[in-house]
């Protein structure tokens, strides 16, 4: 392993380029939900000694790729290493595939920690956590630290190419965006204003919340600043968030007109910023009505076989719009919500519904918290925000289930539960 490293990349991302292979199959989701993942992984490591190291954060990197993440447990006593992963429903029903990608996160930790403890092998554990009954699943493997890194290095060469030219693209994408200039003659009223106001909160890692009339081009006015920002303050990605469909259609129009800029300048094909439309997956479907797994959808089927020759050819290209990638994925037989999923970790600007960023099981909200990554968000119309917040958060109770949970009630809880029930028929 090199100390010497230009492109970064955590643990999670790393495997999930380089360790899936197969079908896209959704019938079994390991982690229900991010809330419930977490209070997951504290119940397990409550339970362990005090020794138990939790959330270990771990480094490594070879040539020029550095690997980073954060190991969910280690037990120093027993040198044992373990990875948590909650789940709903029978455990027996996990793909193989999936399992596979549990153990190559697991032992891309274990190499880690015995490249850092200088560990000549090491127990490594796959910690199953029903979060139903919170019974805990466990399965172990020794391992030695030969094997381990060897393992290691197969994982970073598959990715390497990528890396490389990835980081190539990151250089050549800030040298352009330096020069980034306003792609009109002059600027609307008030416009001018707007993007010093967005550059400024850009810069100081501020919120700012703006109100401007229609019409000053109040896009363009937040999207110019924030690209200009881009590399001077480090940003890895900017997300561009709607309430409305109209809404992401302004954005891209806005982003075609900044990207022409820089192809207009003096820069190579690979420094244009790549923009990815996210769309809904019932608007994306070929196959509406059809389940999302090899055995009832064709582009489901060996999708992670055929993605990697899909994902290359995206990235000759820098306009991911919904037709482009339609274009895209059914040339390649892939998925086109699924291929949409995988560029949004690939993408320079993502513009997209507010649920990406502040739903509970938000795509890119988990991207950046998973990948460290600094990001500059915009959200458009932003006064609706606390509507649309409403309707992802609040809760719901239907008359079957308050029924079913009052039948089951311990006595202490089932006066109060009937008077419920009572003042409900009477209202």
């Keep these: 392993m090199s ?9 999670r991302a790393l495997c999930d380029f380089t360790a ?6 959704h019938r079994f989701t390991p982690s229900p939900s991010a809330q419930e993942g977490m209070a997951g992984h504290r119940l397990v490591a409550c339970r362990r000694g005090d020794d138990y190291i939790a959330e270990m954060p771990l480094t490594g990197s070879y040539k020029s790729l550095a690997v980073t993440g954060r190991a969910d447990g280690y037990y120093p006593d ?3 290493l373990e990875e948590v992963k909650t789940y709903r429903g029978s455990l027996e029903r996990m793909a193989d595939n999936q399992r596979a990608l549990h153990w190559a996160q697991v032992k891309i930790y274990g190499a880690l920690l015995c490249k850092a403890r200088e ?21 172990s493997q020794k391992a030695r630290a030969s094997e381990l890194e060897t393992f290691f290095i197969t994982q970073c060469e598959r ?34 204003e707007l993007a010093e106001d967005v550059y400024k909160a850009a810069s100081t890692g501020r919120c700012l919340l703006a109100q401007a009339p229609t019409g000053i081009g109040k896009t363009l006015a937040t999207l110019f600043p924030m690209l200009t920002a881009m590399p001077r303050q480090q940003l890895d990605r900017i997300a561009f968030l709607t309430m ?12 075609a007109q900044l990207r022409s800029s820089v192809q207009s300048a003096e820069h190579s094909d690979n420094s244009t910023p790549r923009v990815l439309e996210l769309i809904a997956r019932e608007k994306a479907c070929e196959y509406p009505g059809t389940a999302c797994h090899g055995d009832a959808c064709p582009l489901a089927a060996g999708f992670y076989d055929r993605l990697p020759a899909a994902r290359q050819a ?4 820098s306009g991911w719009d919904r037709e482009t990638l339609r274009k895209l994925a059914l040339t390649h037989s892939v998925c086109p919500y699924y291929l949409g999923q995988e560029l949004a970790r690939w993408a320079d600007v993502i513009v997209g519904d507010v649920n990406h960023w502040f739903d509970r099981h938000a795509l890119l909200h988990g991207l950046a918290q998973a990948n460290g990554w600094r990001v ?45 029930g009572e003042r409900r028929r009477r209202k």
Excluded: C
């Design 119 to 139: 560990l000549e092998e090491v127990t490594l554990t796959l910690v199953y956590l029903d979060i139903a009954t919170e019974k805990e699943t466990l399965l």
């Design 3 to 11: 100390s010497v490293a230009e492109y970064r990349i955590a643990v």
């Design 78 to 80: 027993e040198n044992r």
């Design 244 to 255: 409305k469909t109209p809404g992401r259609r302004l954005a891209l129009d806005a982003l």
């Design 314 to 317: 995206a990235v000759s290209e």
């Design 20 to 25: 899936r292979e197969g079908d896209l199959d």
């Design 159 to 192: 990715f390497i190419a990528w890396a490389e030219q990835e980081a190539a693209h990151r250089k050549a994408r800030d040298l352009a965006l330096t020069t980034l200039s306003f792609p009109h003659a002059t600027f609307r009223p008030g416009q001018r």
């Design 376 to 420: 500059g968000l915009l959200v458009d119309e932003a006064h609706n925000l606390v509507e649309r917040a409403r309707s992802m958060y609040s809760a719901e109770l239907d008359q079957q289930s308050f029924n079913r949970v009052k039948r089951s009630a311990p006595k202490a809880l089932s006066r109060s539960l009937a008077g419920r």
